[in-house]
């Protein structure tokens, strides 16, 4: 039988199409947007974040399959990211035996995590919340310096003050959609702010390596 015709969707074979391209394909400069960054980072925060939103099971599957194929554009390109890996997918997905509803639901959440972040529905916001959960966390600043390098390694140098001030700006002015984003990640985001405050002054702080 065609796997196009299976009426469940292997959303664990889907999941695994896209980490295994990520692992294989991704250029190495890209040294935040990963392979861990999808599999180690977002992928784990969605399932989180929906299990606490108590998403339904099926939809948490389909969360699943967006989360991991959400940076796969960036094997080809860093720019329209989001809608080249909503391609390979659409293309993708139905050997898997998602059907048209299931890929443009998928497509949506994909799009949604494009910045300035734009959810339309619950599912979106959850895709977009795992995507910055690290602003959160206490290794922010491991990621957000590895985001840094990696500009570096694309051409684009930018001065280390200047860095902290736009992620200071950028972590300032966001806020998470969905409430268990919230509830999880408000006050790390808020400690976070106050140390970005702290190295934009000059100050050492002395858990933090920024150079």
Known sequence: MDRATVSNPDYA?????????????????????????????VLPAAVRLARLSNLAEPDLHLLEVAAAFHDLGQIRAVLWHELIGAGIMSDVLPRYGFGPEEIERV???????????TPLNEEQALLC???LDSLG?????????????????????IPRQTWLE???RFIKDHQYFTPAA??????????????????????????ISFD
């Open 13 to 41: 074979g889907a999941v695994d199409y896209a980490l295994n391209r990520l692992r294989t394909e991704l250029p190495p400069e890209l040294i935040y947007h990963n392979p861990m960054h999808t599999e180690g980072d």
């Open 137 to 157: 966390r206490e290794d922010f600043f491991a990621t957000s310096k590895a985001l840094w390098q990696e500009r570096k390694a694309c051409g684009i140098d």
């Open 182 to 207: 919230r509830a999880l990640r408000d006050e790390g985001k808020r400690r976070n702010i106050e140390l970005l405050e702290r190295l934009i002054r000059g100050e050492t702080v002395q858990e």
């Open 166 to 168: 736009t992620q200071f």
């Open 107 to 117: 497509t949506g959440m994909i799009l949604a995590t494009e910045l300035p972040q």
């Open 129 to 131: 919340d795992a995507d």
